[in-house]
Structure formats: C-alpha cells, structure tokens
Nanobody
C-alpha cells in the first residue's frame, strides 16, 4: 500500500502560481511513476502530468505544457507540480497518483484525497 497526501492548493488570481506537493508513505515510493490528474465540477478526471520513477521522464497534457512542471524527490518521498501562469480553466480538484508511467488514470493504483485549486479571473 502507498498512502498519498496532497497539499498546496488554494485560491489564486489568473496569471499567478501555485506549487502542489504530494507526500507518499508506505511501500517503496521510488518504484512508482507519479502522476497528477485533475477534475473540474461536472467533468471527467483528466491527466495533467506524470514522471517516471527512475529516469525522471516527464509527460504533460497539452493544456498545461510550458506552464506546469512536475518533479520528484525520491529521498523525501514527495512529488511536486509547479503551476505557473494559471488560468481560470485550471480550476479543479488536483489528485496525485502512484502507478505506471501513463496518461491513463486506470494505470495508477494509489490515489490521494485531492486538493482544491481555484483560479479567479
């Protein structure tokens, strides 16, 4: 089992920045790819970014490419997403997940409880 706890969400104006963190505990964190997903009200959960466990390969959704940066610190069992130039359409609950390196949420086995990000216009 892997337990994931997100933090860092909040209210920010358009154009602002936030950094989300996801602290992991339990089984070996560094064995898993880590992903960020988000879900806005009335919409399906969508892929944001993922980072592989060994080489730190990253993949981003087109909607956040160039604005968001995912990173991980295996020594601290923590994954981050730095979100810059935020837009109102980035408003959602953001979830971190541990699993296989993929854009698909079905490839992730463990999920955090989510943290709310609200971007005002």
């Amino acid at each position: 089992q892997v337990q994931l706890v997100e933090s860092g969400g909040g209210l920010v104006q358009a154009g602002g920045s936030l950094r989300l963190s996801c602290a992991a505990s339990g089984r070996t964190f560094s064995s898993y790819a880590m992903g960020w997903f988000r879900q806005a009200p009335g919409k399906e959960r969508e892929f944001v970014a993922t980072i592989s466990w060994r080489l730190g390969r990253t993949t981003y959704a087109d909607s956040v490419k160039g604005r968001f940066t995912i990173s991980r610190d295996n020594a601290k069992n923590t994954v981050y997403v730095q979100m810059n130039s935020l837009k109102p359409e980035d408003t959602a609950v953001y979830y971190c997940a541990a699993g296989r390196y993929s854009r698909s949420y079905s490839e992730y086995d463990y999920w955090g409880q989510g943290t709310q990000v609200t971007v005002s216009s």
